[in-house]
């Protein structure tokens, strides 16, 4: 177990999210396992918890917050009400109106950004929204995930320092 994360609010986001049946990942790879980040991330109590696992993992020196657009913006706000950091939500495109950005909120040149993921299986969400985090002049401190499932291994070959609230064993 992590310092700092304890067994129960891992075991609480498990039994949350944890479904059993025949699943295709967003990789396209098939589980039988699949975890609903939606469960714990919408149960107020858990999210707080979650929140608050994370905040304890982000790193001194970070001073923003950055997520995945998707669901993992949930928890990166959550995390933002928890430690004052501004936070940043990276578009899987920069949209085509108004400003016409990939990366709306808070990321300016020279931030040292916490990436934050939901669940993590391949690391490619997260890797690509790094990737234009840096593009733009931010620098990566580390990527907190709340569920690694695998993705934190290819994370950290790329070069990242990655660290998770629970790190369970990819199946299926």
Known sequence: MLPGVNDDLVRRMVEASELHGDFVLSSGRRSTVY???FRF?????LLRDVAHAVAGLIPAGADHLAAPEGAATLLAAAVSLETGLPTAVVRKEPKSYGTKTQVEGHAPPGANAVLIEDVSTTGNQVLRAAKVLEAGGVRIVR????LDRGGAEGLREAGYD???VAVLKPEG
């Open 35 to 37: 975890f609903d980040k």
């Open 41 to 45: 991330l919408t149960d107020p109590s």
């Open 143 to 146: 990527i907190v995930l709340a």
């Open 162 to 164: 990655v660290a998770a």
